[in-house]
């Protein structure tokens, strides 16, 4: 039985999904499950020039880096063209990464000329849904392995995705970064930290962590299996979403100390009343030293 063929282009990145995907445990074992006709850091049966110049069959597209829709050329062709021309014959395009999907961070550097493969942050382009078969979105920056290798595994079982407004597979996404997070006690209690790296605290205040507001399941699927930013004190930066980056990045905007937004399913009425209970409490252990508090 003939493997799925895959392709894999990459437009305006820092490879940084390549390298995250490389850290896959068993990536070996599920790369070998496809015919792979091309990957810029890998040997592949192909190089870049047919991939440009060639009509070649494929079953999976994937896509890393942001586009620009006019002016950005190799032999002749522009880009971006060049993956509408494959997404249109690939049975599934996946986009990979937050610069692959909404833009990312190079959408800053000049805003309405590059932008995601099928997304300008929030808004669609208009013409993907007449080409391409099925869309999965990955974003994160990067994008963790293992979000590649549940969709890859999906599709060599021929089994459906079930996907949100994003087209991001609901498996993953459905969470929200702030599920599975240690320090959920401290942010029930609004107990911040003040600095990076505390181990004891909520990062949310304080610190801008975006947990709360960005799908994704990393503090459940740790990274390396072991970790993850708000595990060892870093914020969380919200990059699978499509508002990545913000521009005031390790701070949370308030009026009057009251969140200018409500985490993702939250009514503002039910935040302001739990946050008032939970301020009334002085509980013993968080506001005396471990060692204090034990005798």
Same mark, same amino acid.
Not at 210 to 216: D, E, I, L, S
Not at 284 to 294: A, C, D
């Given at each position: 039985?003939?493997?799925? $063929?895959?392709?894999?282009?990459?437009?305006?990145?820092?490879?940084?999904?390549?390298?995250?995907?490389?850290?896959?445990?068993?990536?070996?074992?599920?790369?070998?499950?496809?015919?792979?006709?091309?990957?810029?850091?890998?040997?592949?049966p192909?190089?870049?020039?047919?991939?440009? %110049?060639?009509?070649?069959?494929?079953?999976?597209?994937?896509?890393?880096?942001?586009?620009?829709?006019?002016?950005?050329?190799?032999?002749?062709?522009?880009?971006?063209?060049l993956?509408?021309?494959?997404?249109?014959?690939?049975?599934?395009?996946?986009t990979?990464?937050?610069?692959?999907? =909404? /833009?990312?961070? =190079? @959408?800053?550097?000049?805003?309405?000329?590059?932008?995601?493969?099928?997304?300008?942050?929030?808004?669609?382009?208009?013409?993907?849904?007449?080409?391409?078969?099925?869309?999965?979105?990955?974003?994160?920056?990067?994008?963790?392995?293992?979000?590649l290798?549940?969709?890859?595994?999906?599709?060599?079982? @021929?089994?459906?995705?079930?996907?949100?407004?994003?087209?991001?597979?609901?498996e993953?996404?459905?969470?929200?970064?702030?599920?599975?997070?240690?320090?959920?006690?401290?942010?029930?209690?609004?107990?911040?930290?003040?600095?990076?790296?505390?181990?004891?605290?909520?990062? =949310?205040?304080?610190n801008?962590?975006?947990?709360?507001?960005?799908?994704?399941?990393?503090?459940?699927?740790?990274?390396?299996?072991?970790?993850?930013?708000?595990?060892?004190?870093?914020?969380?930066? /919200?990059?699978?979403?499509?508002?990545?980056?913000?521009?005031?990045l390790?701070s %949370? $905007?308030?009026?009057?100390?009251?969140?200018?937004?409500?985490?993702?399913?939250?009514?503002?009425?039910?935040?302001?009343?739990?946050? /008032?209970?939970?301020?009334?409490?002085?509980i013993?252990? =968080?506001?005396?030293?471990?060692?204090?508090?034990?005798k």
């Open positions: 039985m003939s493997k799925p $063929k895959l392709l894999w282009l990459q437009s305006i990145t820092c490879n940084g999904n390549t390298h995250s995907f490389f850290n896959l445990q068993n990536f070996d074992a599920l790369m070998r499950a496809f015919d792979v006709l091309y990957h810029p850091l890998l040997e592949t192909y190089c870049l020039e047919d991939i440009y %110049t060639k009509e070649l069959a494929c079953d999976v597209l994937i896509l890393e880096g942001a586009f620009k829709s006019r002016g950005y050329k190799k032999f002749g062709k522009e880009t971006y063209a993956a509408k021309k494959y997404s249109k014959r690939a049975k599934y395009t996946i990979m990464g937050s610069c692959a999907t =909404f /833009g990312g961070v =190079f @959408k800053e550097a000049q805003e309405h000329t590059i932008a995601g493969f099928c997304f300008n942050k929030e808004q669609k382009r208009p013409t993907y849904k007449h080409y391409i078969n099925t869309l999965i979105s990955l974003p994160g920056c990067p994008a963790h392995p293992k979000w290798a549940y969709v890859l595994e999906m599709i060599l079982q @021929k089994r459906k995705i079930e996907v949100d407004e994003f087209y991001r597979p609901i993953i996404f459905a969470y929200t970064a702030h599920a599975g997070c240690v320090r959920n006690e401290y942010f029930e209690w609004k107990i911040d930290v003040k600095n990076y790296g505390e181990k004891e605290g909520c990062l =949310f205040y304080e801008g962590c975006r947990a709360p507001f960005t799908n994704a399941n990393c503090n459940k699927m740790l990274w390396n299996d072991i970790s993850s930013k708000t595990r060892v004190g870093t914020p969380c930066f /919200g990059c699978t979403e499509p508002s990545f980056p913000q521009r005031n390790f %949370t $905007k308030t009026n009057m100390g009251i969140p200018a937004n409500m985490p993702f399913g939250i009514p503002a009425r039910a935040y302001l009343s739990v946050t /008032g209970v939970a301020k009334s409490f002085r013993k252990r =968080f506001t005396q030293p471990l060692m204090e508090y034990k």
